[in-house]
């Protein structure tokens, strides 16, 4: 889904600045601005671009381990891989240093 928005960001951008986008009752008027204030605020597309760049060797992980033929012994190595990786987004400056403790965490905890 956030790749989908990341790819769509103009078109949506551009829907969400529309005149008359923020309509209805005065609930779904504050439903459509809070939309609408989310994508064009200015740190959307890094946020959404950082989100993704955590999710990556989550979602790999989480391909791997459908296919249901992974042995039970890979599970360990590779809850050890992903402190690296998330060191490896805080040397590149995708995420800071406390961003990189609370995800080392969480597959600690997860563990």
């Known amino acids: 889904m956030s ?9 949506l951008h551009t829907v969400v600045t529309a005149r008359d986008f923020v309509q209805g009752m005065a ?15 200015q740190h959307f597309i890094n946020n959404l671009k950082k989100t993704l760049a955590i999710l990556c060797p989550v979602d790999g992980l989480i391909v791997k381990y459908q296919l249901h ?6 599970v360990m190595p590779d809850f050890h891989v992903l402190p690296n990786e998330f060191a490896k987004l805080q040397s590149t400056n ?10 080392v965490m969480l597959a600690k905890k997860r563990f």
């Open 27 to 41: 609930a779904q008027k504050e439903q459509w601005k809070a939309v609408r204030d989310t994508l064009i605020d």
């Open 94 to 103: 995708v995420i800071i240093k406390q961003e990189a403790k609370y995800l």
């Open 69 to 74: 033929k992974v042995p039970i012994s890979e």
């Open 3 to 11: 790749k989908t928005l990341l790819q769509s960001e103009q078109h």
